[in-house]
């Protein structure tokens, strides 16, 4: 990870090396704010490092000279070392990188040595997009943008090969349009900080997207349907909504206008990123499935009497070209990126009818992970969501990509890079092989540009550090060279071998994960040390770990989706496993991933003591992840157990039964101790970014083991009574 101050040691230059020294400076005759802002970093770093860069040509026997060039590929750059001179050339966002990258050979190095020689870097990946785990998804961001987007973070982000960010967008709240004059109230405060936010991302080469799920729906009883009744579309039950009708003419003018009213009044805003199916409703077909999938039936007839005769690419191919011609009416460079989340709910993979029906100059964004099947264990399931423990890419992705590029529309890749819904409360999940892989395997199949996380997963970490080495050519020689060589700058040489066999286990591990949507969302691993063992049924599904109500404010209602209570009902989230099967699945993954764990405790004695912050951040993490799964398989086997108990008949089962709990009791509340104490090394456990809370605290493990020291107290009573 890339750290604030560096730490640099009294070294001498190896043959074939240069130590930078007060004699050299830095010069350019560039005018440009990235350029003179990356100097201006670079600058600082040096002197961090007790190194003052001269800033007058005469004062300096040594230079560094940065020369304005723009080759055919923005952002390349090539830099040529020499005894005496260091040269980089490239346009300005190539500068910047070359500088970063000298940081990094510096801080590898632990000193301001460097090696001489010339190499040039481009991106494999053109459009790389982050987004800040300060900013806050269900709330407004454009007023928020000093908080979640200050300078030192649009830095590091930079640093770590990002080039563009995204926040979510209420076209209704942004825009102002004739055609419905009631919206827009509040936009001239949220442009402002779009345009702020726009502006000073601008000196890092960092461009802002804006995500929407639009038209955005309104309740039934809105006043809103009562001025216009016209334009009141279908229904959607679980949120009392009503689709704004995009077959009416004052919703496509909403659509079209309202686009052209943001980007006429943001100039270089980057472009929109668009979800057209599932998520909240929008147009008709949003919660219309036209066929049955693994989690939704086939809708009936559509109640809207403008959108039942046309088919959903129709729908959704207008839809986009309305917002595509408002974005292009007011900035021809922007870039309008469809992602096909959920159009499996239409069409077969890879849904060809839908991306043929969406403009030629639109950009297609897959998901990378989803719409494959996998064998754990013996066990057969389907890949759906986002995952790192599955390469990928999916067969529909493969296929999203043929049909894209074949019909000449550029090819995105939707990623989570961070972590995902499979574990959702560390800051990152280190499955580093795998992640390596993916994007190996994203250049094969032609992708240009990634979303790289959703609203969580975004923390800056060893996986964001990774996924910028593989987004550049030339791509590093090998995975194993790769880790090798992270391993020795984060841990030390002496250490590196360890962790990287470590890491090995945790991909070994990563294979027994018992993939499903319902385990993903409603399992227990992510409250993990707080879920607490309870004694008596209560029949209340899994809480959500994504939502957390009774503690943050949304600026939206989730009633479908909140579920407070610490509930029993695991047949909610074992999807297709056994409760059996998931456990054995569960009890494999910690098997191997303890191994790795094993190694990383061991290799504590050889990490440098500079280096011990970056150890008890790995070695937390790591640690954490093992005792999330654990308490979801202790929790799974507690819970099937009990209920077991409480329905046999016999004494001997019950005793046996009984018995059972006990063992697994005392073994979840040293798992939640244990846990507790990496909750209070590392504070970023148990965050989620989507809830923007806390799924574990250090209250609330205590809570939960007050709590299964009552169950256990109680399971050892009815032993003792079995036995009288």
Same mark, same amino acid.
């Given at each position: 990870?890339?750290?604030?101050?560096?730490r640099?040691?009294?070294a001498?230059?190896?043959?074939?090396?240069?130590?930078?020294s007060? *004699? !050299?400076g830095?010069?350019?005759?560039?005018?440009?704010?990235?350029?003179?802002?990356? +100097?201006?970093?670079?600058r600082?770093? =040096?002197?961090?490092?007790?190194?003052?860069?001269?800033q007058?040509?005469t004062?300096?026997?040594?230079?560094?000279?940065?020369?304005?060039?723009?080759?055919e590929?923005p952002?390349a750059?090539t830099?040529?070392?020499?005894?005496?001179?260091?040269?980089?050339?490239g346009?300005?966002?190539?500068? =910047?990188?070359?500088?970063?990258?000298?940081e990094?050979? =510096?801080?590898?190095?632990?000193?301001?040595?460097?090696?001489?020689?010339?190499?040039?870097?481009s991106?494999?990946?053109? *459009?790389?997009?982050?987004?800040?785990?300060?900013a806050f998804?269900?709330?407004?961001?454009?007023?928020?943008?000093?908080?979640a987007?200050?300078?030192?973070?649009?830095? /590091?982000?930079?640093?770590?090969?990002f080039n563009g960010?995204?926040?979510r967008?209420?076209?209704?709240?942004?825009?102002?349009?004739?055609?419905?004059p009631?919206f827009?109230?509040?936009?001239d405060?949220k442009?402002?900080?779009l345009?702020?936010?726009?502006?000073?991302? &601008?000196?890092?080469?960092?461009?802002v997207?804006?995500?929407f799920? %639009?038209?955005?729906?309104?309740?039934?009883?809105?006043?809103f349907?009562?001025?216009?009744?016209?334009?009141?579309?279908?229904?959607?039950?679980?949120?009392?909504?009503?689709?704004?009708?995009?077959?009416?003419?004052?919703?496509?003018?909403?659509?079209?206008?309202?686009? /052209?009213?943001?980007?006429?009044? +943001?100039? #270089?805003l980057?472009?929109?990123i668009?979800?057209?199916?599932?998520?909240?409703h *929008?147009?008709c077909?949003s919660?219309?499935?036209t066929?049955?999938?693994?989690f939704?039936g086939?809708?009936?007839?559509m109640?809207?009497?403008r959108?039942?005769?046309?088919?959903?690419?129709?729908?959704?191919?207008?839809?986009?070209s309305?917002?595509?011609?408002?974005?292009?009416?007011?900035?021809?460079?922007a870039?309008?990126i469809?992602?096909? !989340?959920?159009?499996?709910?239409?069409?077969?993979?890879?849904?060809?009818e =839908?991306?043929?029906a969406?403009?030629?100059d639109v950009?297609?964004?897959?998901?990378f992970?989803?719409?494959s099947?996998?064998?754990?264990?013996g066990?057969?399931?389907?890949?759906?969501e986002?995952?790192?423990?599955?390469?990928?890419?999916?067969?529909?992705?493969i296929?999203?990509?043929?049909?894209?590029?074949?019909?000449?529309?550029?090819?995105?890749?939707?990623?989570?890079?961070?972590?995902?819904?499979?574990i959702?409360?560390?800051?990152?999940f280190?499955?580093?092989?795998?992640? &390596?892989?993916?994007f190996l395997?994203?250049?094969?199949?032609?992708?240009t540009? $990634?979303?790289?996380c959703?609203?969580?997963?975004?923390i800056?970490s060893?996986?964001?550090?990774l996924?910028n080495a593989?987004s !550049? #050519?030339?791509?590093?020689?090998?995975?194993?060279?790769?880790?090798?060589?992270?391993?020795?700058?984060?841990?030390?040489?002496?250490?590196?071998?360890?962790?990287?066999?470590?890491?090995?286990?945790f991909?070994?591990?990563?294979?027994?994960?018992?993939f499903?949507?319902?385990?993903?969302?409603?399992?227990p691993?992510?409250?993990?040390?707080?879920?607490p063992?309870m004694?008596? /049924?209560?029949s209340?599904?899994t809480?959500?770990?994504?939502?957390l109500p009774?503690?943050?404010?949304?600026?939206?209602?989730?009633?479908?989706?909140e579920?407070? #209570?610490?509930? #029993?009902?695991?047949?909610?989230?074992l999807?297709?496993?056994?409760?059996?099967k998931l456990?054995s699945c569960?009890?494999?993954?910690?098997?191997? !991933?303890?191994?790795?764990?094993?190694?990383?405790?061991k290799? +504590?004695?050889k990490?440098?003591?500079?280096?011990?912050?970056n150890?008890?951040r %790995?070695?937390?993490?790591s640690?954490?992840v093992?005792s999330?799964?654990?308490t $979801?398989?202790?929790?799974?086997?507690?819970?099937?157990?009990?209920?077991?108990y409480?329905?046999?008949?016999?004494?001997?089962?019950?005793?046996?039964l009984?018995?059972?709990?006990?063992?697994?009791?005392?073994?979840?509340?040293?798992?939640?101790?244990?846990?507790?104490?990496l909750?209070?090394?590392n504070?970023?456990?148990?965050?989620?970014g989507?809830?923007?809370?806390?799924?574990?605290?250090v209250?609330?493990?205590?809570?939960?083991?007050?709590?299964?020291?009552?169950?256990l107290?109680? +399971?050892?009573k009815?032993?003792?009574?079995?036995?009288?």
């Amino acid at each position: 990870m890339t750290a604030d101050t560096p730490r640099f040691r009294k070294a001498m230059p190896k043959k074939g090396e240069i130590r930078l020294s007060g *004699t !050299w400076g830095i010069f350019t005759e560039s005018t440009s704010p990235q350029v003179n802002a990356a +100097v201006k970093g670079w600058r600082e770093f =040096m002197k961090a490092s007790g190194v003052t860069i001269r800033q007058r040509r005469t004062d300096a026997k040594y230079t560094i000279s940065l020369v304005q060039e723009n080759g055919e590929k923005p952002e390349a750059y090539t830099r040529t070392i020499t005894d005496d001179a260091i040269r980089i050339a490239g346009d300005d966002s190539g500068i =910047m990188y070359a500088l970063f990258h000298l940081e990094d050979i =510096m801080r590898g190095r632990e000193a301001p040595i460097l090696p001489i020689g010339t190499i040039a870097k481009s991106p494999s990946l053109t *459009t790389r997009i982050l987004r800040s785990p300060m900013a806050f998804f269900y709330a407004d961001e454009f007023t928020r943008v000093r908080t979640a987007y200050p300078d030192n973070y649009l830095r /590091k982000i930079a640093h770590q090969g990002f080039n563009g960010v995204w926040l979510r967008g209420k076209l209704a709240d942004l825009a102002k349009v004739d055609v419905f004059p009631e919206f827009g109230a509040g936009s001239d405060e949220k442009i402002a900080g779009l345009n702020d936010l726009v502006q000073r991302a &601008a000196r890092y080469g960092i461009k802002v997207f804006i995500y929407f799920n %639009e038209p955005l729906f309104k309740r039934e009883d809105d006043p809103f349907f009562q001025k216009y009744p016209q334009v009141k579309g279908e229904h959607h039950a679980p949120e009392k909504a009503a689709a704004l009708c995009t077959s009416t003419p004052e919703v496509k003018s909403f659509l079209r206008e309202g686009m /052209k009213y943001v980007f006429s009044n +943001v100039a #270089d805003l980057g472009g929109v990123i668009l979800i057209t199916a599932s998520e909240h409703h *929008t147009h008709c077909y949003s919660h219309f499935s036209t066929r049955a999938t693994q989690f939704e039936g086939k809708n009936d007839r559509m109640q809207c009497p403008r959108c039942r005769d046309r088919k959903p690419e129709e729908v959704i191919g207008e839809l986009v070209s309305l917002i595509n011609e408002g974005v292009r009416s007011a900035n021809p460079n922007a870039r309008v990126i469809v992602w096909n !989340w959920s159009w499996s709910m239409f069409y077969p993979d890879p849904q060809s009818e =839908m991306i043929r029906a969406l403009p030629k100059d639109v950009i297609v964004m897959g998901d990378f992970d989803r719409g494959s099947k996998r064998v754990t264990d013996g066990f057969e399931h389907l890949i759906d969501e986002y995952s790192l423990t599955f390469v990928g890419p999916a067969d529909r992705f493969i296929g999203t990509a043929r049909e894209a590029k074949s019909g000449g529309r550029e090819i995105f890749a939707k990623l989570q890079i961070g972590t995902t819904h499979e574990i959702g409360s560390v800051p990152y999940f280190p499955l580093y092989r795998n992640l &390596a892989e993916k994007f190996l395997r994203a250049k094969e199949h032609g992708v240009t540009g $990634a979303m790289e996380c959703w609203n969580f997963g975004n923390i800056l970490s060893p996986n964001t550090e990774l996924a910028n080495a593989f987004s !550049w #050519d030339p791509l590093p020689a090998s995975i194993d060279g790769y880790l090798s060589s992270f391993a020795a700058k984060e841990f030390g040489a002496k250490a590196a071998v360890s962790f990287v066999k470590a890491w090995d286990h945790f991909n070994r591990a990563a294979t027994h994960y018992p993939f499903s949507i319902p385990f993903l969302y409603w399992g227990p691993m992510h409250f993990g040390p707080a879920y607490p063992l309870m004694f008596e /049924k209560n029949s209340k599904p899994t809480p959500v770990a994504w939502l957390l109500p009774a503690e943050v404010k949304y600026d939206m209602d989730h009633t479908l989706m909140e579920r407070v #209570d610490f509930g #029993d009902d695991i047949k909610g989230y074992l999807g297709p496993f056994t409760a059996e099967k998931l456990v054995s699945c569960l009890r494999n993954f910690c098997a191997d !991933w303890a191994k790795g764990l094993a190694l990383i405790r061991k290799a +504590v004695e050889k990490v440098p003591a500079a280096l011990k912050t970056n150890y008890i951040r %790995e070695y937390t993490v790591s640690a954490a992840v093992h005792s999330q799964i654990l308490t $979801a398989a202790n929790v799974t086997e507690f819970i099937d157990t009990r209920n077991a108990y409480l329905e046999a008949k016999d004494t001997k089962t019950k005793r046996g039964l009984l018995s059972r709990m006990a063992v697994i009791a005392r073994d979840e509340i040293a798992n939640a101790k244990l846990c507790r104490t990496l909750a209070v090394k590392n504070p970023m456990l148990g965050f989620h970014g989507e809830a923007y809370g806390y799924d574990y605290t250090v209250k609330k493990i205590d809570d939960k083991i007050a709590v299964t020291r009552s169950t256990l107290i109680k +399971v050892v009573k009815a032993l003792k009574e079995i036995a009288q």
